[in-house]
């Protein structure tokens, strides 16, 4: 069974940046963060290859979002940069595709 805790959302300004962290327990191969809106659906938002050597982004967060993962810890990383209004969101960690954590609340607003 694998279970999964993240960690770093919380309340930031627009412009401003916030790293979310993912700790995972149990055998995991593909890893990945999508998010939901109030009042959307979950969407995609970033996943990562098992080596850390592929990863694919939503366009939406192209260019100001980084995954990574450190396969010593079990850990995936999301760093968030250049945070506007619409990533106000439900952060979720996912692993295999089929595992999900609880969330992590992040909000920009001034």
């Known amino acids: 069974q694998v279970q999964l805790v993240e960690s770093g959302g919380g309340l930031v300004q627009p412009g401003g940046s916030l790293r979310l962290s993912c700790a995972a327990s149990?055998?995991?191969?593909?890893m990945g963060w999508y998010r939901q809106a109030p009042g959307k659906e979950r969407e995609f938002v970033a996943t990562?290859?098992?080596?850390?050597?592929?990863?694919r982004y939503a366009d939406s967060v192209m260019g100001r979002f980084t995954i990574s993962r450190d396969n010593a810890k079990n850990t995936v990383s999301l760093q968030m940069n250049s945070l506007n209004s619409q990533d106000t969101a439900v952060y979720y960690c996912?692993?295999?595709?089929?595992?999900w954590g609880k969330g992590t609340l992040v909000t920009v607003a001034s």
């Open positions: 990562v290859s098992w080596s850390g050597g592929w990863t």
């Open positions: 149990g055998t995991i191969f593909s």
């Open positions: 996912n692993a295999n595709n089929q595992y």
